[in-house]
């Protein structure tokens, strides 16, 4: 069974709006990554953020993790259209491998 | 500084044929990890490899598929006799840590299985 599961599974928003990601996990985690991945392409790494920290930025992203909860939301600020692509969270899972989530498909509209 | 390399890019095998899948990792990096994707779905894990070692390949069905990181030259994942079931995305990704830290990825090996 998979680690992380995000929600919603696709979203659809204007340019210039937010968008926000959610992703809950099962099992205590060492550190939360998110991804991103454009069609037919490999992921690429945007954030991480460690069992111990409650929130992160990175430019216009803006992650948060709640351990009670085990859940984490992605917020993507004043979106592009660049920003289109599915994007991924992945856990550790307390062992050596990262398990990633089904994603979230994001359609940025121009 | 190339990032991680997958070859080929495109692999079509008839069934019952070998695919052999190539991941060279970042410069520096010795930890590699293989993970499958299908259409529309997330990346299952395979196996997390590191030089001349299996970690952990408890991702990796028990038969006919195989992985390897050779002390020179690049990982492999080897699938043999391959059916239609095994055509997905296959993508490789190396960490310099390998502690569930940043992982780097390459473009993935599309494998189609006629």
């Known amino acids: 069974s998979q680690q992380g599961e995000e929600d919603p599974q696709a979203l659809s928003i204007q340019e210039g709006e937010n968008a926000t990601m959610n992703c809950s996990y099962k099992?205590?985690?060492?550190?939360l990554q998110w991804y991103r991945q454009n069609s037919g392409r490999g992921l690429v790494h945007l954030i991480l953020?460690?069992?111990?920290?409650r929130e992160k930025h990175s430019g216009r992203l803006r992650v948060t993790l709640d351990t009670s909860k085990k859940s984490s939301s992605l917020l993507i600020t004043a979106s592009r259209a660049a920003d289109t692509a599915s994007y991924f969270c992945?856990?550790?899972?307390?062992?050596?491998?990262?398990?990633f989530g089904a994603g979230t498909r994001l359609f940025v509209k121009a | 500084n190339a990032g991680v390399m997958q070859n080929p890019r495109h692999l079509v095998r008839r069934r019952g044929q070998e695919a052999r899948l190539r991941c060279s990792p970042m410069?520096?990096?010795?930890?590699v990890y293989w993970y499958r994707q299908l259409p529309e779905e997330g990346l299952k894990f395979m196996v997390y490899?590191?030089?001349?070692?299996?970690?952990?390949e408890s991702g990796m069905p028990k038969e006919r598929f195989s992985a390897e990181f050779p002390k020179e030259g690049p990982s492999i994942l080897r699938i043999q006799q391959v059916v239609r079931g095994d055509s997905a995305a296959y993508f490789c990704?190396?960490?310099?840590?390998?502690?569930?830290?940043?992982?780097?990825f390459g473009s993935g090996t599309q494998l189609s299985v006629l």
């Open positions: 099992t205590s985690i060492n550190n």
């Open positions: 410069k520096g990096h010795s930890h």
């Open positions: 990704a190396s960490s310099e840590q390998g502690l569930n830290e940043k992982l780097f």
């Open positions: 953020i460690r069992s111990n920290e």
């Open positions: 490899l590191q030089k001349e070692n299996i970690i952990d």
């Open positions: 992945a856990t550790d899972a307390g062992g050596f491998k990262t398990i």
